[in-house]
């Protein structure tokens, strides 16, 4: 009797143990900081609201998403009754801006129907949740302009003190939330400009002037938002507002740098920092370097532990060519505090177009899954370099870590890049 009784208990321990074991082994792992944390939004077709949740354990579970959800939605909200406040202006003029601005938010959150969880990302380093959510602002518009809702906004104003309080409070609570928005984007801002500091130190005055003009911009934004958050007492709207400002300084910079091959890609390499793998790339005449026509050019690699590396040449015409490895020199794998001279046979050589050439280095801890078929349709060409045109400074960044096994693992790869300017003689 104890024999078949012992059995199912024997196999129910050891499935309870299997289980705990594989949730305890289970942690949060970031993928690398996407674009849409540190970079503000700017898309005239839709409303858009953000926000995150703080987690503890080894990541966030459904409560802590909907709660971050939840948030976004009431940011969104919030966006929304700001653009469509002065629609309704004749029947709300009589109410204080702060209660209309709460009765209109509370409307759209309960009114909206449409709006789409767009990106989502675990920030395990912080153990915060970010939530992106929108909505088309067409769509949202028609829905607003619809004679219940200004009869729902002003039954509210008129009777619902209490709940306009409330309204109050989350906007209070939104504004919480975009600082911290805020703070992480020029958190970002600030090493970016640090790092550009260092990519123009053998670069010539005019190939450094727009740079420099951008690190000036930096400081004094950074200066006022210092000076912002020193101010007390200012009411809630004029918060938001003021925070509103600096949301559209911060769209004017990004634009800049998503123009820019070099930006683009110095933004990026600040967001994939959290790995213990670190690369670096230098020009052998120093960083920003000018060449000339005929001049043969040689880039220095190091790293800080073995890893497999690929070498991406951007030209000022946006011509894109894989320099390492190519058809004739395949070996890619860079050993601990051995720099890997790139260039070394004098195969570099300066040649138009000429302008402002980008080049950024990727490693990887495992081989890069698509180097092999790049290197044999090359081949089949007759061509020694894999090369390809650019659409533009996004689709670059977009692909130069595709074949990194685990691409969206931060643990796996790193990156850095640097610039050379090329003339004629």
Known sequence: MYKYIFHPILFFVYCFFLITTISHAKTCQSSARPDWIVTPLNDSTQYYGMSSARFSGSEPHYDIKEKAKDRAIKDLSYSLSVSIQ????????????????SSLMLSARLVLDGIKTKHSWADCKNHDYWVLVVIDKEQADKQVKRQQFIKQVLDRLKSDQDEIKKGVQMIAEISRQRMKRIDNYFKQLNQLSKSIDQKIEAAGEQSSKDYKKLIQQIDLLTQRLNQFQNQKDLKIQNFINKQQSFFTEMSKINGK????YLLNYLNNDISNTSSDLNIQITPLKGQGSDYYEGERIMFKVTGNQVCFIKVLYVQSNGDETLLLPNVHDQNNYLKTGQPLIVGKLGELVVMPPFGQDTVTVVASKTQFLNIENQLKKAAKSQMAYVTRSLKSPAHALQTRAIGVGSPLKTNSFATDSCFIVSHNK
């Open 86 to 101: 002065s629609i309704f202006e004749e029947h709300l003029s009589a109410y204080s801006d702060d209660s209309v601005k």
């Open 257 to 260: 740098i998503q123009s820019d």
